[in-house]
Nanobody, 111 residues
Framework: FQLQASGGGLVQPGGSLRLSCLASGFTFDECAMAWFRQAPGKEREAVSAISSTGIAAYYAYSMQGQITISRDNAKNTVYLQMHGLKPEDTAVYYC?????RGQGTQVTVSS
C-alpha cells in the first residue's frame, strides 16, 4: 500500500486548498478512504471518509460545511477540498485506508 498526499501549503485565513492522495499497490476502487489530521500536541482527528464507490461520505462535525471529499477511481486518487480555512485547521493531513497511513501534507493557516 502506498498513499502519497499532496496539495498542502501556507494559506491565509479564509483561504482554500485542495488536497490529493494518490494511491497504489492495492485495488483502490474496492477500498473506502479517509482523511485524518494531526496538529502538534493534539490527538489525531478523523476529518472525512468516503466509500469505495464515492456514494457515501462522512464529515467531522468540526469541519462540516467547510470540506468536500471526493474520489476518482480511474486515477486512484482521493481529494479533500477545503475552504474557509482557520488557523486551528493547521495540521498535517494524511489519507488512510485499511489501517495504512500515507505520508502527510502540511497545511498551515496563518496571516
Amino acid at each position: 500500500f502506498q498513499l502519497q498526499a499532496s496539495g498542502g501549503g501556507l494559506v491565509q485565513p479564509g483561504g482554500s486548498l485542495r488536497l490529493s492522495c494518490l494511491a497504489s499497490g492495492f485495488t483502490f476502487d474496492e477500498c473506502a478512504m479517509a482523511w485524518f489530521r494531526q496538529a502538534p500536541g493534539k490527538e489525531r482527528e478523523a476529518v472525512s471518509a468516503i466509500s469505495s464507490t464515492g456514494i457515501a461520505a462522512y464529515y467531522a462535525y468540526s469541519m462540516q460545511g467547510q470540506i468536500t471529499i471526493s474520489r476518482d477511481n480511474a486515477k486512484n486518487t482521493v481529494y479533500l477540498q477545503m475552504h474557509g480555512l482557520k488557523p486551528e485547521d493547521t495540521a498535517v493531513y494524511y489519507c488512510t485506508t485499511s489501517g495504512t497511513r500515507g505520508q502527510g501534507t502540511q497545511v498551515t493557516v496563518s496571516s
